[in-house]
């Protein structure tokens, strides 16, 4: 049996099926951050909605998906200036 890695597309695709089963929409507005190869040279660093992170290329490997709760103003300037955070 070959190990994979979850990707941060899978683990959003995941989180939305348990969502529709609970007919919630926390996925949908929440503000998520996606980090690939941490600490690395080829490290990739976005923040948007489920929908922008999907759609972001993230090629390297591990990776890692943060979903926000509410953020301070300093939180979301720091988003901005990292992580190509818009509101």
Same mark, same amino acid.
């Given at each position: 049996? %070959?190990?994979?890695?979850? /990707?941060?597309?899978?683990?959003?695709?995941?989180?939305?099926?348990?969502?529709?089963?609970?007919?919630?929409?926390?996925?949908?507005?929440?503000?998520?951050?996606?980090?690939?190869?941490?600490?690395? /040279?080829?490290? %990739?660093?976005?923040?948007?909605?489920?929908? %922008?992170?999907?759609?972001?290329?993230?090629?390297?490997?591990? %990776?890692?998906?943060?979903?926000?709760?509410?953020?301070?103003?300093?939180?979301?300037?720091?988003?901005?200036?990292?992580?190509?955070?818009?509101?």
């Amino acid at each position: 049996e %070959q190990k994979k890695l979850l /990707s941060i597309k899978e683990a959003i695709e995941v989180l939305e099926k348990i969502e529709e089963k609970r007919k919630d929409s926390l996925v949908k507005k929440a503000l998520m951050v996606g980090i690939a190869a941490a600490g690395s /040279s080829k490290m %990739q660093l976005k923040a948007g909605t489920a929908k %922008q992170l999907k759609a972001f290329g993230f090629h390297e490997f591990p %990776q890692s998906l943060i979903v926000c709760g509410n953020l301070s103003e300093k939180e979301k300037e720091a988003l901005k200036a990292l992580a190509g955070f818009k509101e």
